[in-house]
């Protein structure tokens, strides 16, 4: 049986270390502060498959061959998603927070790591369904181009959609799923209608900051792969980028718990930590 990579030693630590630092010099990706087993899990993966022996000789390929670090930097952002990913989670948004939403003249909503837009056309489709969307604008950011380029294609797999299909009802749909897209051989095109309100955009948690107030914010699946201190660094993003009242939804994964924040929200719901910022 070949032995599998050491990436659990000292050294290794130093070279992980070295290996961030270079991807952050080279490409401007900050990964240095996400979670240690995050790093160690997706770097030991693509040593497997890439058959190379340590971390230095990634960090080789990763300075001087753009094929590569390209391959790498998919590797280390996690894109896995679905529609209405969670329905009770969203069955919660449409009876608690939609009627919150229904008391504003304009809604601004903002996905955090919206990855290939799954979730995007989710809120969208609740929207229409709920009567907001003319007057809403979703603000769908991830710093992973590729999955920025699939969302606003808004084109997935036609097998996946009886499973969304599934999702969409457990999460209180109200029309047929089918109505929101059309299938095209083995693709499913989502109804262009849903793509008006949103803005997409190249946006890092990591190093950009604030770009507008939201009235809600989104950010499920994301921070789990970030260490403490980023962790607190982007709920601090994410509170200077609610108005006050705002609703920041962060799903059943993550936690306000040890932010310096938390008493400046008030919690509307324990399973999918979902807060309310205090006036
Ligand atoms: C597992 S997906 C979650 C997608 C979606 N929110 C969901 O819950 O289904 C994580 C997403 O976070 C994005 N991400 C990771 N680090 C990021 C950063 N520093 N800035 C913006 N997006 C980031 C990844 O590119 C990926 O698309």
Same mark, same amino acid.
């Given at each position: 049986?070949?032995?599998?990579?050491?990436?659990?030693?000292?050294?290794?630590?130093?070279?992980?270390?070295?290996?961030?630092?270079?991807?952050?010099?080279?490409?401007?990706?900050?990964?240095?502060?996400? %979670?240690?087993?995050?790093?160690?899990?997706?770097?030991?993966?693509? &040593?497997?498959?890439? $058959? *190379?022996?340590?971390? /230095?000789? +990634?960090?080789?390929?990763?300075?001087?061959?753009?094929?590569?670090?390209?391959?790498?930097?998919?590797?280390?952002?996690?894109?896995?998603?679905?529609?209405?990913?969670?329905?009770?989670?969203?069955?919660?948004?449409?009876?608690?927070?939609?009627?919150?939403?229904?008391?504003?003249?304009?809604?601004?909503?903002?996905?955090?790591?919206? %990855?290939?837009?799954?979730?995007?056309?989710?809120?969208?489709?609740? &929207?229409?369904?709920? $009567? *907001?969307?003319?007057? /809403?604008? +979703?603000?769908?950011?991830?710093?992973?181009?590729?999955?920025?380029?699939?969302?606003?294609?808004?084109?997935?797999?036609?097998?996946?959609?009886?499973?969304?299909?599934?999702?969409?009802?457990?999460?209180?749909?109200?029309?047929?799923?089918?109505?929101?897209?059309?299938?095209?051989?083995?693709?499913?095109?989502?109804?262009?209608?849903?793509?008006?309100?949103?803005?997409?955009?190249?946006?890092?948690?990591?190093?950009?900051?604030?770009?507008?107030?939201?009235?809600?914010?989104?950010?499920?699946?994301?921070?789990?792969?970030?260490?403490?201190?980023?962790?607190?660094?982007?709920?601090?993003?994410?509170?200077?980028?609610?108005?006050?009242?705002?609703?920041?939804?962060?799903?059943?994964?993550?936690?306000?718990?040890?932010?310096?924040?938390?008493?400046?929200?008030?919690?509307?719901?324990?399973?999918?930590?979902?807060?309310?910022?205090?006036?």
């Amino acid at each position: 049986m070949p032995s599998l990579p050491i990436v659990n030693s000292e050294s290794s630590d130093i070279e992980i270390n070295l290996l961030l630092e270079a991807i952050y010099q080279k490409y401007g990706y900050d990964f240095r502060q996400y %979670s240690e087993a995050h790093i160690r899990r997706r770097l030991t993966n693509r &040593l497997m498959l890439s $058959g *190379l022996s340590s971390i /230095s000789e +990634i960090q080789h390929n990763v300075l001087h061959d753009p094929v590569f670090a390209s391959q790498l930097l998919q590797d280390l952002s996690i894109t896995v998603t679905e529609m209405f990913r969670d329905p009770p989670f969203y069955k919660y948004i449409r009876e608690n927070v939609i009627p919150i939403l229904k008391t504003y003249s304009f809604i601004k909503i903002w996905h955090a790591g919206c %990855s290939t837009g799954e979730e995007v056309y989710s809120m969208a489709i609740l &929207l229409k369904e709920e $009567g *907001l969307y003319e007057r /809403s604008t +979703i603000y769908a950011t991830d710093f992973n181009e590729f999955a920025l380029d699939k969302a606003r294609e808004g084109i997935y797999a036609a097998e996946i959609m009886k499973e969304y299909t599934s999702n969409y009802q457990q999460a209180g749909g109200k029309k047929s799923f089918s109505d929101y897209f059309i299938a095209d051989y083995d693709m499913a095109i989502m109804d262009q209608s849903l793509k008006k309100r949103v803005v997409w955009a190249n946006h890092n948690l990591v190093t950009d900051s604030v770009f507008a107030e939201m009235n809600m914010i989104l950010c499920r699946n994301v921070l789990i792969y970030f260490n403490r201190d980023l962790q607190n660094r982007v709920q601090k993003l994410f509170f200077d980028s609610l108005t006050n009242g705002g609703i920041l939804a962060l799903g059943s994964k993550e936690s306000l718990r040890f932010s310096t924040l938390e008493d400046h929200y008030q919690e509307l719901d324990k399973k999918y930590r979902v807060f309310k910022k205090k006036y």
